[in-house]
């Protein structure tokens, strides 16, 4: 399969590999006049932190997401918030939620009450 090797002018290096049509395309990009390093490289760096601003969400950020879906419309359990979590594809341990979920109360964003012996969260 066929290679370019280009050099920017800022001393960084792009290897290319792929089709001829397909390296004589982004070589002619490259080539334009109105083609710049530096603002392909800054959309591709706002484009990288918008992705990981969107991967970074915390316990409390999405058990807060629940609160917004309606989730806490009547009070859940512990168990119940960390069931409603899996199906979403996110494994915490209870003990992990119990700090979360205290931590929310004490932000009031949520509210608890003790419902036979057991705490059970709802929304404020």
Do not use: C
């Amino acid at each position: 399969m066929p290679k370019a090797h280009i050099q920017t002018p800022d001393g960084s290096k792009i290897t290319i590999e792929g089709g001829a049509a397909e390296i004589a395309s982004i070589v002619k990009q490259i080539q334009s006049p109105t083609f710049s390093f530096k603002a392909a490289r800054r959309i591709t760096r706002a484009a990288q932190a918008n992705r990981d601003r969107k991967k970074q969400q915390s316990a409390s950020d999405r058990v807060a997401n629940l609160k917004e879906e309606g989730f806490f419309n009547q009070p859940k359990s512990l168990s119940a918030v960390a069931t409603e979590l899996e199906k979403s594809g996110y494994l915490y341990p209870v003990t992990t939620l119990s700090g979360v979920m205290l931590g929310l109360v004490q932000r009031r964003i949520l509210t608890r009450v003790k419902k036979d012996g057991l705490w059970a969260y709802g929304k404020r």
